[in-house]
């Protein structure tokens, strides 16, 4: 069957077509120079690498309050978990170009996506963020405060399928603009579907971890994270309610636009 043509705002189709313009053009140069592509086994650029420095240094705009949460994240345990700078800046700035009012994020941590998407809303915005503990976010609350953001973020600790239905259960269906998934994998593909419902024609569903750390190349049977996401990778490239992009930003994340 034929994809249905794109219709969505112009804004958003400009945008979708300089990602793609961008991802094109990495990828030629990579091809005609090899030496200038940086990998990890998983494809990606190294977290540590000079270029992937490169690209912080002449792209990553942080209002110091984010900067702030980040280096307290980063000093957490479980640091690891927070969003990457660049990919959080990337989220905030396709929020701003899609004039987006009411986004959902699934997966907040200690908040440092959710205070970057707060900062681009509007006054009157709103972020429906969705997890089910309490202690991570306690560290981002005050700096949200401090940012003059904290009435934009509406922290819901429960599981995230019981918030999705509840907004579904309101009638608040397809009045959505965005929503930001990075949460436990293995409900990735219930997420997916519930935010398709919630989000608007023309609205976008940001998928993060879509590579796995590269172990979506082989899933393992007893690695149930990684066949979820190969499961939800392969359904989203045929899904015809979607147009998508799938970008090596962070741990690779996917952009699907609600048609």
Request: charged share 25%; aromatic share 6%; proline share 5%.
């Amino acid at each position: 069957s034929k994809m249905p043509l794109l219709s969505v705002p112009k804004e958003v189709a400009v945008g979708t077509a300089m990602l793609g313009v961008a991802f094109a053009t990495g990828m030629l140069a990579g091809r005609r120079y090899p030496s200038l592509v940086f990998e990890t086994p998983s494809g990606m650029i190294r977290k540590n690498s000079p270029l992937r420095q490169y690209i912080l240094d002449h792209s990553l705009r942080e209002h110091p309050i984010l900067k702030k949460l980040r280096l307290l994240t980063a000093d957490h345990p479980c640091g690891r978990m927070m969003v990457s700078c660049e990919q959080a800046q990337l989220m905030a700035n396709l929020v701003k170009l899609i004039k987006a009012k009411k986004v959902i994020e699934i997966g907040v941590f200690t908040g440092y996506n959710a205070l970057n998407m707060a900062l681009v809303l509007p006054d009157n915005g709103r972020v429906i963020a969705c997890d089910i503990n309490e202690d991570y976010a306690k560290i981002g609350r005050p700096l949200w405060k401090e940012a003059g953001v904290e009435h934009k973020i509406d922290l819901r600790i429960k599981p995230a399928i019981q918030t999705l239905d509840e907004l579904l259960a309101n009638g608040e269906a397809e009045t959505f603009d965005f929503a930001f998934i990075d949460a436990d994998k293995e409900n990735y593909n219930e997420y997916y579907e519930k935010c398709l419902r919630l989000i608007k024609k023309g609205g976008l569903i940001a998928i993060d971890n879509v590579f796995w750390n590269g172990k979506v190349l082989k899933p393992r049977k007893n690695d149930s994270a990684a066949q979820s996401i190969h499961r939800l990778n392969e359904k989203l490239l045929r899904d015809a309610r979607v147009n998508i992009s799938m970008l090596p930003v962070g741990d690779g994340v996917t952009l699907a636009f609600k048609l």
